[in-house]
């Protein structure tokens, strides 16, 4: 996945390194590869010329595979709105956070349209070609990476409740304790039901966990830490062992995928 934030991360080096001595290296489908850049991503990410040309050249596949897809301003819409609410502010609100940050709303928007073509490539010509997995085939990838499987055995948090969910939310935007109650609790991720597990386990330290509703009240959580560790059986970790599976499979047919590309693309050595 980390190939797939290239074309932002490349555009950055470009404009950074502006000042230096440029010209044009290679041509792979029409767009241009200088020389500026293959050494902005060599000192960048510390790697060879060689294996800089060779994220670059994936760069420009990446956009020529990417040209003619198309993403609605509909589309854009939802997934901002989506973004705004999993990190409990309304849009009005992260308009004003990313103002504050020096980034415009044309520019986050035009991010987000980058991600989500970036995404629906990703989908429609990657994860597309990978079969599911067998049960036998998620044991064994199971017990070559055991050690991959671990959780905190405890969690220490402030739980937060309330009646209503309105005042929940309000208390998340504005972590005003008006009408919501708190509390110290210690966990052992043992007595945690799996999905309330895994949404603690990736919320950061000092962060909040979405609102859950729990019958009689809502709930949230701010993680203060976690301690401990402990190695989760097959059937636990049955959840995390298939999507290990699935990454793993994902980066080989991504690397599959671009080399099968690069062998029939249009790629033209001006200089080496």
């Known amino acids: 996945m980390k190939k797939l934030i290239l074309l932002g991360f490349i555009t950055l080096l470009t404009l950074s390194h502006a000042k230096m001595i440029d010209a044009i290296a290679l041509i792979v489908e029409g767009e241009a590869v200088t020389t500026a850049e293959i050494r902005a991503v060599q000192q960048q990410l510390q790697v060879s010329k060689e294996q800089a040309t060779d994220l670059l050249i994936q760069d420009r596949l990446q956009k020529a595979a990417m040209k003619n897809i198309v993403i609605s301003e509909d589309t854009i819409d939802s997934k901002i709105t989506q973004i705004a609410a999993q990190n409990n502010v309304t849009v009005p609100k992260m308009q004003k956070i990313l103002k504050q940050r020096g980034t415009t709303w044309t520019k986050y928007r035009s991010s987000i349209k980058e991600s989500l073509k970036k995404e629906k490539f990703y989908k429609e010509k990657v994860v597309a070609t990978i079969t599911a997995p067998s049960e036998d085939e998620l044991k064994i990838f199971y017990r ?35 009408g919501v109650k708190s509390r110290s609790v210690k966990k052992s991720t043992k007595d945690l039901n799996p999905a309330l597990l895994g949404t603690i386990l990736q919320t950061q330290d000092g962060s909040y966990t979405r609102p859950f509703n729990a019958g009689d009240r809502y709930i949230s959580y701010k993680v203060l830490s976690k301690q401990g560790k402990v190695n989760m059986s097959f059937e636990a970790s049955r959840g995390a062992v298939a999507a290990k599976w699935k990454q793993q499979q994902q980066g080989k047919a991504l690397k599959d995928y671009f080399e099968k590309m690069k062998t029939n693309a249009n790629i033209q050595v001006i200089r080496k």
């Open 144 to 178: 070559n990476h055991k050690e991959e499987f671990t959780v905190p055995s405890t969690i220490s948090m402030i739980e937060y409740s309330s009646t209503s969910e309105a005042a929940m939310k309000k208390f998340l935007e504005t972590k005003k304790k008006k």
